[in-house]
């Protein structure tokens, strides 16, 4: 049986990155994405839904993210859906998340995406940067937070 396993969003960040690294010293950051569908209903009026996911960045990704990135900054995300589940209080539980293995900044510095220590606005362009988990990839194991 054929399987993929593949998930490419663009959206915004809801809330400030938290850098946090593991007892190896591997950074990752949970990030909260705000992904907003508009569409028309069956009336013909164009109605907006925004989804917030959850995407986990480990590595050199988490660490640029954390560097670069900011509540509202706009970001295309690449991975994999991964389901995590607990039992919290006798109580199974669930959550489905994404795991980024590839980070794009969208936008220019002027959209509070160069949260760097550098304050120069020289070289301001619209390219997006991009940026890749390296090949081995972060372990499936909890979460540090």
Known sequence: MASYNRVILVGNITRDIELKY?????AVTEIGLAVNDRRKNQAGE???????VD???WGRTAEIAGEYLGKGSSVLIEGRLKLDTWEKEGQKRSKLRVVGERMQML???GNGENRGSSGSQGNQTSQPASVEAPSATAPDDDVPF
């Open 22 to 26: 593991t007892q190896t010293s591997l």
């Open 107 to 109: 936008g220019g510095r």
């Open 55 to 57: 995407v986990t960045l």
């Open 46 to 52: 164009w109605i907006e839904e925004t989804t917030f």
